[in-house]
């Protein structure tokens, strides 16, 4: 007998007759023989309703209050799989996050799970009771509801699964595992049977919405292995994992796109030392994430300075990075929204040299100018024109034999 | 300085724009040097749609589950309401009622408050906060959400307003205090002034909508004085208290109607010891109260029970009550939807005779034929066909000249 953690977001959640679908699912697991956990989103559209009316109230709304309100959606989840699973006959059980309770810090709207009790939990899987458990939610030291974040139930599920050492976290969703890349952009696209965790991180973070990211380090963390799959069929996913030698024979195993993303470039800034910190540091003074960065050679004691921030923060960032370039004396900030990063990323590329090159000249061949470069270890990311966006994912997928035939 | 408790039901609560007119309100009553409580509703139709959802799952929904559903509303009201008056520059905290913690028996659904430990509310109190408590929900002694039942956050209000040892208690509701009748049937209905809590307890069980019942019993028993009164003008309401002799001049206090019961008659049942409650056991043992109860004189050794339940309760009580009705051998069970209850309320009954008399002669003037009746000290009521509602509660209303001209 293993214990199974099941986690369904909120596509799978989207309507009574997906909730029964979902307690279907969980039921034939049950009846395999498994001790069952399972984690839910809020039913979809109704953590953007709950947001929208926090909007309404003021331009900033409280942060506990913010928590206390968008909690409400995963409370309504739980409770009707719970009556799903009931009245087919199931023992089951709802728990909201203080009542786990996944014990977190108390960083409203971005709390960090740090520990999970698990007397309550266990007493009722010993009883044979499906549990059934909020997502998204937290309980701080202080007996304060918090939330992990939008994507949160992900981190939940795994962290259920640490916690109680569950032999089997899968996280269901409206796709069916993790693909090379886009399907919607590349036909050739092919699901991935096992990714390790550097990879989904970096894969995660690029724009691939499959996991949250704090749950592949969450998982990472603890070494829980995490089965990426599809609601709504049965096929066999993509399992997320601790890397191994498979997966070092292959040289990429995702390519991702990001068109979230906005470029600020500072001109002529006189090339001293400090001048990299003088522009970054009023930008993370004022909670605004700096993606790539990139300095050119020194011209004649002037040098350009560009970065990348997202398309939510660029207009602060503009407003901010103006007001700095005064200060330093450059000759002026130059914009661009329309750029995309696209992104290649595989453990593989530890051991194998030219892949950068190959991606380079990839692009060249088709004319794709590339503006920014910044790499990893086992990632490389190059921000070109977001119109080739689509054209320059297909060129590498093809260019890395990523295609399925 | 005084502690005031407020309650703002769905009404009051029912957009962004009536929740900022709540806060401007308390704030008002905070600004005039006041200690505040604010107990809320969920805005007005949420509840409605979860207890859909809830229906939508199976047709008898857990018991347990459907409690952690329904409370959902609240939490979304208390947010809210923090939100806007914390934008308005207040001190104010969000309560569910496990943080309080409002302390329930397990009776899903219905159930009652045994406890209410200060120590969290009194902390905050003392620091100048506003305390926003959802109203409605408990939670019991395993740690389990629990409700108070429909109308059940003016319960929630006058515990705390107990617990607390509040000076004032005001409800604010969409009517501005207790009418003799539901005025949308009757022009001639009068705002009363005073009413003693055996009043309202008739009045609310019989179909009011102004108070829950059980707040009025809890209000009673804690000696708390309600003020019932709108959140829509400043008009004084109705303060609800200990009966005093002004109360008892007036024969008749009010008169209510209640469309919200069926009636269900076993009949030709064996006329023996004991038939009652094998009819009745069975449907408390399910939790379903059975209001108006008569049996007929026996006839040839048979006799007609006849009860009637609240119309949520209808279906379920029915299936009941066949079960029972082949298990004693009685020869049929019959029913009505089409009813209606009309009852007189007054603590001046106690002291003059002839009240009942006057109702029934009344009602035959006008060709209405009466079902059921029932008495109590301070009251009358009958079951009457559901088309004539309107008209039997104007007619009783001129009958005891109960009209403010």
């Not at 974040?149 to 595992?177: F, H, N, P, Q, W």
């Not at 690029?206 to 829980?224: C, H, N, P, T």
């Not at 990063?341 to 380079?360: D, L, W």
């Not at 920014?372 to 093809?398: P, Q, W």
């Amino acid at each position: 007998m293993a214990l199974v953690v099941q986690k369904y977001g909120g596509t799978s959640m989207g309507s009574i007759d997906r909730i029964k679908n979902v307690a279907k699912r969980v039921a034939k697991t049950y009846d395999a023989g498994n001790d069952m956990i399972v984690v839910v989103s809020a039913m979809s559209g109704e953590t953007n309703k709950l947001v929208a009316l926090a909007n309404e109230t003021c331009e900033f709304p409280d942060n506990r209050e913010y928590d206390v309100l968008v909690a409400a959606g995963e409370q309504v989840s739980i409770a009707l799989l719970a009556m799903c699973l009931k009245s087919m006959g199931y023992k089951a059980k709802s728990y909201h996050g203080w009542q786990v309770p996944i014990i977190t810090d108390s960083v409203f709207s971005k709390a960090r799970v740090e520990e999970i009790p698990d007397k309550n939990v266990r007493a009722d899987l010993k009883d044979g009771v499906i549990v059934v458990v909020a997502g998204f939610q937290g309980i701080d030291r202080d007996g304060n509801v918090t939330t992990l974040g939008r994507g949160g139930s992900d981190t939940s599920a795994v962290a259920m699964a640490a916690a109680l050492k569950a032999d089997v976290c899968e996280i269901y969703t409206d796709v069916d595992g993790v693909y090379t890349t886009d399907p919607n952009i590349c036909q050739d696209a092919r699901k991935v049977e096992k990714i390790s965790y550097e990879e989904m991180l970096e894969l995660a973070s690029l724009g691939a919405k499959v996991l949250q990211i704090r749950s592949v380090e969450f998982a990472k963390k603890y070494d829980v292995d995490i089965h990426v799959r599809s609601s709504f069929n049965d096929n066999p996913g993509t399992m997320v994992t601790k890397e191994d030698k498979d997966m070092e024979a292959v040289l990429v195993s995702g390519i991702a796109y990001d068109k979230n993303e906005a470029k600020i470039a500072v001109m002529h800034v006189p090339d001293k030392p400090g001048i990299a910190a003088k522009i970054l540091s009023p930008l993370s003074d004022a909670n605004i994430s700096v993606d790539m960065i990139v300095q050119n050679v020194s011209e004649a004691g002037n040098t350009d300075f560009t970065f990348t921030v997202t398309k939510a923060d660029f207009k602060k960032a503009l407003a901010i990075t103006r007001e700095t370039s005064k200060e330093i004396d450059a000759k002026d900030v130059v914009t661009d929204e329309n750029i995309s990063k696209i992104s290649i990323v595989g453990v593989g590329m530890r051991s194998h040299a030219g892949v950068a090159t190959k991606m380079f000249q990839s692009l060249a061949r088709e004319g794709i100018n590339i503006q920014m470069i910044s790499t990893s270890e086992i990632k490389v990311s190059v921000v070109i024109d977001a119109k080739y966006t689509e054209l320059a994912v297909r060129i590498l997928h093809d260019a890395f034999g990523m295609s399925g035939n």
